[in-house]
């Protein structure tokens, strides 16, 4: 049977996604990266005041809030962990399916593929650092804890064994892994031995990867076979770091990797014993790569070394 609607009256439109607006999400990512309202603001090329308007509208429809707010800067929540990978992981997607289309012109960005965590704590630093010596390159990251295809990117770096084929691999470093939790979550657990975090809460980071160290082999290298405590399981290191930051449980970290939260005593290492990681950091040079790619890859090899 047709339905007909009465004269002025609208026909209700139904959303095919669940989304909020794209201003707020592009707010909330720029901020979220930047760690700063007011960073973020700068690279939109809007005020701080409306990057602030943005969030609190995005926090309302969340219905809870997605930074904490501090003197320095702000942090996100776990929540606000959690929707940041999402956003990254949508936007990359975006971006690469634009750069397929639009074709790769002469003299495109170097693109670096990296995890997150990675990309966070390691790479921006490095590519910073880059461009104070060589501010004529564009450097541009796909972040993302899911490979991208190998043809949209010119350079990868990885954590796992080296593959053993014809491809080009340079080793950056190997990491110490530690146990690192809140200084709260120290004392709150009196954690003092392997055998004292063993029995408390432990975050594990589940992955795909095969080769990525975890609680029960961190454990075992120290005659401990198994986790007693409270276990809480995520699939994202960096929303595992936010977690042992929230006092939740302890969280392995790479000891070189996570420098900066250490430095700030965001993350304390929790006992004195510590893993050589059973593999490398390494970047992975891809077919594609052009002379200036691999200039930019010579350069980052070096600042690991």
Known sequence: MHMRHPEGEKRPVSRPYALPSFTSLSCFEAAARNNSFKAAAAELNVTPAAVSHQIKALEAEMAQPLFRRQHRGVE?????????????????????????IRGRPEGEDVIIHATTAV???????????FWSHHPETVVSQVVSDVEPMEDRVDL????????????????????????VGSKEFARRYAVASVADLAAAPLVHVTTRRVEWTGWKDWLGAFGVEAQTGKRTTVNNFMIALQLAQDGVGAVLGWERLI????????????VPDHLVS?????????????????FVAEWIARQAG
Request: aromatic share 12%.
């Open 156 to 179: 990868s770096i990885r954590y796992g064994p080296i593959p053993d084929d014809d491809g080009t691999y340079v080793t950056l470093f190997t990491d110490n892994i530690v146990a």
């Open 259 to 270: 420098g900066t939260l250490l430095e700030q005593e965001a993350l304390v290492p929790l």
């Open 278 to 294: 059973p593999h490398p950091f390494y970047l992975q040079i891809h077919p594609r790569a052009s002379a200036e790619a691999r």
């Open 119 to 129: 990309s966070a704590f390691w790479l921006t630093p490095q590519i910073s650092h």
């Open 76 to 100: 996100l929540t776990e929540a606000g962990a959690f929707l940041f990978v999402a956003v990254q992981r949508g936007f990359e997607g975006i971006s690469g399916a634009v750069r397929e």
